[in-house]
């Protein structure tokens, strides 16, 4: 009788009543690119600051990853994991239809679509999900529409695949998983699923009443439990319903839990208006207008995969993220790249908070300055720091500081890259000359003698670290750093130059280490077929056979992508520039930069198809978005827009080819999904090098620089914030010229112009009323305008 009632009063409602807003319709004009049918078995991720679900595209949750073996999907609360996934079954009339092989899957920058067609049953069902700001939980709405001309009734199950478990390194701070229990709670109509041994929950329910409810064996690994919510439906002829999920999590209490679960559906609509209007937001700064669309878009789009790595957990911190789903913790070396990135496009909440955090659990750990690696959200820390992580901390803070000019900011932070810089140069320098041992951003099995990149970030971090020196008004610190930083920048340049190979080497190393390694590389180059690399191996061992050398020398072995680090840091000559430039263009594919040269073979040229991973996870043969920025960083730091543009173009082709509007890690599909320093590698060259905006808060100042490709004749750059301020830039190219226009919001700033030579033989005619002072670098100086400033350049023999 009560099932026939409960027919009757949804019918009477469905037909009678107005449904409320969906998802779907609040969404319809926001950015959406629809994925590929290939890649539908393939992963997704909707993520907030607190929480983030993982699943396949298809709308199934297959155990997936391997940092934590097949554990790495589903919904995680960091430190824990709440759920291994969901799924939804529905009873139409004697047929039974799962939504787990979706037919089209669309991502928007802060949510999800599933799609699901049932030709045959008259029947269209969309899933959407978010995950509202701050809150330890996920909304998942199903739409389902009746497209035959009679009434339907169907049964929707709800399977909640609760696991709750501790993320990686967890048993290093008392984190030890156990059973976990269900239990259905009659005045929340929910299940909540608590662990046994530890104050961890994670509910469940609809916001329509259930009609049954059943505990289930969990079919995924672990010691998780499962619970099925059932709910009597009924659609019209033609009508469109909608039911919504809440799943909610906490590791303090129940009480939490459930707090949270009311609130998700008591504010689902305001909440993801108010993530719709914040990542609206997020597109208008540093906005970028170009002719080639796609590479706009790619542009875009990584400022939402910004936001999408926030990572707090609020007893620890807040910082963003390395990648999802096998590095969904925090680093410092990723974070010294990425948010460089971040405070280009105006996400500055993020770089405050990240610096913070890495700053404390450095100090922490290590207390001497030295800049951790890698921290599980739990607080265990896996790596103390790489040998590279502290003289990236120093650039890192000078380059945030040219943005908000803040001394405050600036003073805080002295004192770790003081003791930093001591400790690099007294602990791992064992030989003295200036050069730090130990691993840098190539973590090769032995390759931990002097490298490349550690040299070159070293140079640069006392560059920076004398000219916050000099900020600080610490005279004999400034002299100190800047005389450092200069003999570095000259030892660089001569002790690892190599010109046979017309590159910086590797490392500098003793021959017994180089035979070492030259043998793990050739064994390496001969699995993979790369003939070539093992001839020139072989070549190489013999010269070091033939001609032993007692002490260190520089090597050029493997090709990795560090060693075009002095370009990107401009310390390079550039005579050397300019001829590893042309070398590092043979390490390439149509995606990008080889991380080791020697995965590179001929076929490289052409291959743009799916990356060929191992069954382990490796890197090997790898083309990543971070080598290939650097790349683009160094051509542009050399006078090479165009070049510049390749390498970015090379790496947006990799823009939604899996998982539509994010870029993988590792080029085109292989590794994280979403990969936190991309952002480098597109603003540092968008934003400081072809717009050439480079500011100077402390002094409200704008120097800007234009050094734009020829593809763009037309570009633009809005809202692209400084401290309180924000400018954006025009340019437009015209004959023997172009033409650009600043605008500011705030007044007071001097903007100064510089103009970059086209050739020896030309020079500039510069067209204003507004010019204040014509400096003696060729720059000119803007004082007197209030809002708007348009200037035309010219080149003139």
């Known amino acids: 009788m009560r099932h026939i009632l409960l027919v009757i009063l949804l019918l009477f409602l469905g037909c009678t009543s107005s449904q409320p807003e969906s998802f779907g319709t609040l969404l319809e004009d926001s950015p959406s690119i629809e994925g590929k049918s290939a890649y539908l078995n393939s992963p997704f991720v909707t993520a907030g600051n607190r ?109 909640g ?15 030890i998983d156990s059973k976990d229990e269900a239990n259905f709670r009659e005045n929340t109509d929910t299940w909540v699923m608590k662990d046994l041994e530890n104050p961890w929950f994670v509910a469940f329910g609809a916001d329509i009443a259930s009609e049954s409810q059943k505990q289930l064996q969990s079919p995924y690994g672990g010691q998780g439990v499962s619970g099925s919510l059932t709910y009597l439906f009924s659609l019209g002829a033609g009508e469109i319903r909608t039911i919504t999920f809440a799943l909610a999590g906490s590791y303090v209490s129940e009480e939490a839990t459930i707090n949270t679960y009311k609130s998700l559906h008591g504010n689902s609509i305001s909440l993801l208006k108010e993530k719709q209007a914040r990542y609206a937001q997020i597109a208008e ?4 207008t170009i002719p080639d669309k796609h590479l706009q878009q790619t542009f875009e789009w990584l400022k939402y995969n910004c936001d999408w790595l926030v990572r707090e957990v609020p007893e620890i911190g807040s910082g963003i993220t390395a990648g999802i789903p096998d590095y969904p913790w925090w680093f410092g070396v990723d974070s010294e790249y990425a948010l460089k990135g971040y405070i280009a496009v105006g996400q500055t909440e993020a770089v405050y908070n990240t610096t913070a955090l890495l700053d404390s659990l450095s100090e ?34 000078w380059e945030v500081y040219q943005w908000n000019g803040d001394k405050a900011f600036l003073k805080r932070y002295f004192q770790t890259i003081k003791k930093g810089l001591h400790w690099l140069m007294s602990e791992k320098d064992s030989d003295g000359n200036g050069f730090p041992d130990g691993f840098g951003m190539m973590e090769i099995h032995g390759l931990d003698s002097e490298m490349i990149d550690v040299a070159v970030y070293t140079q640069r971090a006392f560059a920076d670290a004398s000219k916050i020196a000099a900020e600080l008004e610490e005279a004999d610190l400034e002299k100190e750093y800047s005389e450092t930083a200069e003999a570095l920048k000259e030892k660089i340049n001569s002790e690892f130059w190599s010109e046979e190979f017309n590159s910086y080497a590797d490392f500098i190393g003793t021959d017994q280490q180089a035979l070492h390694l030259i043998e793990d590389a050739i064994i390496r180059a001969d699995t993979l077929n790369k003939p070539w690399a093992v001839e020139e191996l ?42 590893a430039l042309e070398t590092a263009e043979t390490f390439v594919n149509p995606f990008g930069v080889f991380v080791t040269g020697i995965d590179r073979d001929e076929s490289a040229g052409s291959d743009d198809g799916s990356f060929k991973g191992s069954k382990i996870f490796s890197y090997t043969g790898a083309v990543m978005t971070l080598p290939t920025g650097v790349q683009a960083v160094a051509e542009n730091n050399y006078g090479r827009p165009d070049k510049a543009l390749n390498y970015l173009e090379r790496m947006a082709r990799t823009f939604s080819y899996a998982l539509p509007g994010s870029m993988y890690e590792v080029s085109p599909d292989y590794g994280m999904m979403t ?44 809202n692209v914030v400084i401290a309180d301020n ?19 919001e705030k007044p007071g700033w001097e903007i100064i112009l510089k103009l970059r030579e086209e050739s020896e033989d030309k020079g500039f005619m510069v067209m204003t009323s507004e010019v204040e002072a014509e400096l003696q670098d060729g720059s000119y100086l803007f004082q007197t305008f209030e809002n708007t400033l348009e200037v035309t350049v010219t080149f003139e023999p």
């Not at 924000?726 to 500011?744: H, L, N, Q, R």
């Open 538 to 579: 072989k070549a190489t061992r013999k010269a070091i056979l033939e001609n032993p050398f007692q002490g260190t020398r520089p090597f050029v072995l493997h090709h990795n992508w560090v060693v075009n680090t002095p370009m990107e840091m401009k310390i390079a000559d550039p005579d050397k520039a300019l001829r």
């Open 675 to 718: 990969q936190a320093w991309n952002i480098y590698s597109f603003a540092i060259p968008i934003v400081q090098q072809f717009f050439g905006i480079q500011p100077l808060a402390s002094e409200k100042k704008v120097v800007i620089s234009p050094q734009m490709p020829e593809a763009w004749p037309m570009a633009s750059l809005e």
């Open 51 to 159: 929480v983030y679900l993982v699943g396949h595209q298809d709308g199934s949750f297959p155990e997936l990853g391997w940092h934590i073996q097949n554990e790495m999907g589903g919904l995680w609360d960091h430190p824990i994991k709440l759920m291994d996934g969901f799924e939804i079954e529905l009873q139409l009339e004697e047929k039974k239809l799962s939504l787990d092989k979706a037919g089209t899957f669309t991502n928007y920058p802060f949510g999800n679509r599933h799609s699901f067609i049932f030709e045959n049953d008259g029947l269209k069902i969309d899933r959407w999900q978010f995950v509202p700001d701050d809150k330890e939980g996920i909304l998942v709405q199903f739409v389902l529409t009746n497209e035959t001309n009679k009434a339907r009734e169907l049964d929707i199950t709800f399977t």
């Open 285 to 288: 700064m540093s906005k970028l």
């Open 161 to 175: 695949y609760a696991d709750l478990r501790p993320t990686w390194l967890g048993e290093r701070t008392g984190m």
């Open 364 to 397: 922490v750990t290590n207390g001497n300055g030295r800049i951790v690696h890698e921290v599980s959200t739990n607080g265990a820390v896996f790596n103390e720091g790489n040998i590279n992580e502290t003289p990236q901390f120093a650039s890192l803070i």
């Open 726 to 744: 924000a400018v954006s830039v025009f340019y437009e190219t015209i004959d023997k010229g172009y033409k650009i226009k600043i605008t500011k």
